[in-house]
């Protein structure tokens, strides 16, 4: 009876360790979500902020690039010229 009484008595233990590291886990698991969804806003943040980028500054590469083409000063001439 003595050794039932000890198995028990393990067993409740295993099982309140058990449900100290279920705890814990569910605690990583929130906090893991929302530092998937603060990352996740960010990035939406600063893939806005690429694209409003890129809608101003293409159009200013594309007319230097035109405007170098005219006026004979390409990057390759200005490479030539600093030799």
Do not use: C, F, W
Not at 36 to 50: D, G, M, P, V, Y
Not at 57 to 72: C, D, E, F, H, M
């Amino acid at each position: 009876m003595s050794e039932l009484r000890s198995v028990v008595s393990y067993l409740r233990k295993e099982k309140e360790i058990v449900d100290l590291q279920l705890e814990l886990n569910k605690q990583e698991n929130v906090r893991l979500k929302a530092q998937i969804e603060h990352l996740t806003q960010s990035l939406q943040e600063s893939r806005a902020t690429l694209t409003e980028v890129r809608s101003y500054t293409t159009p200013l590469i594309i007319n230097n690039a035109a405007l170098g083409a005219r006026t004979g000063y390409g990057s390759s001439n200005i490479r030539r010229s600093a030799r």
